[in-house]
């Protein structure tokens, strides 16, 4: 999907254009104050919520009435409710909550931002990014997998209808958090056995998803770093929203430790925020920027780079095709 910027031809639209922060961050106070979650019950007053969220006041009736603007919130006389798709993507505990995402972008991203010109003037990340830290410090760890889920909830149907999972018997999701995409595919495929490899510390919380998503026994964790230990075979290796994190060697080198491990028959999937070859895809830019300012080398990056790189590992046959509203599934097959 191609994005389209606000109209820059005039200074309404330029400035429009330079106020959008303020509509994320409206949007990110809301989640942070979990404000959906608190009228998903029902409509409350502009006094009812200020006094469920412990607020000041001063303010608050414009940022509601930004809310309802931007399409987050609707006003029924002098009560509030959430929005349809507020009320089904933005409130707590729902199985399709991509608040997660949010959170992250709240607290690592936005501030990241601020310092943009830092990141450009010296190439060096702005925010905490290096996974050793978040996966040893267990809140910023939480708000990570949080994150995940909300990615892979949302795109998890959509890799199901893309891809003829018949015939093969494992499926492998390297970098797969806790297990969050595999439980889908498992889910939707009862012919596959999955397996999921991340570090050790993701163990704990894999376990105790795969139980709840009443999958224990189908799906397998394997921990270590894809860096130095092997990765398991399996028929169909995926990796989704890992490349972004490297540089282009290092992509290099996941791409053909992954083809490795897939077994004759088999085929590698990869998902990303893939770059075209011309700039119109906004979100899809914004997030390689967001790598700049959260990885050392990290980017977006096009499909034909997948293609350069597989090949290099005996890969001949590929099959690109949109995945979703933003990302891009690059199927490679050894012929």
Known sequence: MTSTAPDVSTPAGIIRLCNAFCDAKALLTAAELDLFSTLHPGPLTEEEIRQRLALHGRGLRDFLHLLVALGLLEKDGEKYRNS????????????????????????NLYPAWGRLAEALRTGKPQAAGDFEQVVNNPKVLGQFIRMMDALTQVLGPRLVESFDWSGYRTVLDVGGCRGNMAGQIVKACPDLTGHVFDLPQMEPFFTEHMANLGLTGRIEFHGGNFFHDPLPSADLVILGHVLHDFDRERRRFLVHRACQSVNPGGALLVYDRMLGEEPDHVENLVISLDMLLVSDGGSEYPASEIHEH??????????????????????????
């Open 310 to 335: 597989a090949a290099g590992a005996g890969f001949t046959s590929f099959e690109d095709k949109p995945l979703g509203d933003d990302d891009t599934l690059v199927i490679c097959r050894r012929g």
């Open 84 to 107: 349809p798709g507020a009320d089904r993507y933005l409130v707590r505990d729902q199985p399709t909550y991509v608040g997660g995402f949010l959170h992250r972008a709240n607290n």
